[in-house]
Structure formats: structure tokens, C-alpha cells
């Protein structure tokens, strides 16, 4: 399946962005994450959500101001960001996975879409 990001652009600290994440087959059986990179840094997670959207996880440093969700019939995964902060600045991407929700590595990864925050 191919994952495809898109949402991402400047936006002022505070503000708000929806990432989305369209996949070209179904993804009703996959887990899916967001992940990110900052200019210099290692790619990080941002969280996950399982094939059914009950379950929800979240990294610490976006706790309380990001929502992951997800539509399985319009295959497509949301990343939505409140209150930004500079440091959210990076580039955003989408992932996969099959198999069970607590697995580590995700099988396929979409391109990414940038999001810039500015102070």
C-alpha cells in the first residue's frame, strides 16, 4: 500500500494544523503512526492509533495537543495539532504496519509533508 501526507505548511505559534494520510488500498487491518524530523535530528515518533482507532498512543511531548484519528472506509489517517510550538517545526510522516499493534518496525512509510511553526 502507498501512504500519501498532506496538510502540512507555516503556521504562527498556537496555531492549529490537520495532517492527513491517504493510503491507495485499504488499511482497515493496519495500525498506522505519525512520525517526524526536525532539520538535524533523528526521526522520532509522534504516535499511533490501532486498526480500529480504540486505541490511541501518544509521545510525550505532544500529550494533550495532538489527536490522532482515523477513517478506515476513506482510508485515511489524521493528525490534528493544537496549540504548536516552535519545536513542532519538521517534517511529518505517515506509517503502517501490520501484525500486532504493539510491533515495533512499520512496513510502509508515505512521503513527508512539512510543518513549519514560527514564533
Known amino acids: 500500500v502507498q501512504l500519501q501526507a498532506s496538510g502540512g505548511g507555516l503556521v504562527q505559534a498556537g496555531g492549529s494544523l490537520r495532517l492527513s494520510c491517504t493510503a491507495s488500498?485499504?488499511?482497515?487491518?493496519?495500525?498506522m503512526g505519525w512520525f517526524r524530523q526536525g532539520a538535524g535530528k533523528e526521526r522520532e515518533y509522534v504516535g499511533s492509533i490501532s486498526s480500529s482507532g480504540g486505541t490511541t498512543y501518544y509521545a510525550h511531548s505532544v500529550l494533550g495537543r495532538f489527536t490522532i484519528s482515523r477513517e478506515n472506509a476513506k482510508r485515511t489517517l489524521y493528525l490534528q495539532m493544537n496549540s504548536l510550538k516552535p519545536e513542532d517545526t519538521a517534517v511529518y510522516y505517515c506509517?503502517?504496519?501490520?501484525?500486532?499493534?504493539?510491533?515495533?518496525?512499520?512496513?510502509?512509510w508515505g512521503q513527508g509533508t512539512l510543518v513549519t511553526v514560527s514564533s
Open positions: 488500498g485499504r488499511i482497515s487491518t493496519y495500525a
Open positions: 506509517a503502517g504496519k501490520t501484525g500486532s499493534f504493539y510491533r515495533t518496525e512499520y512496513d510502509y
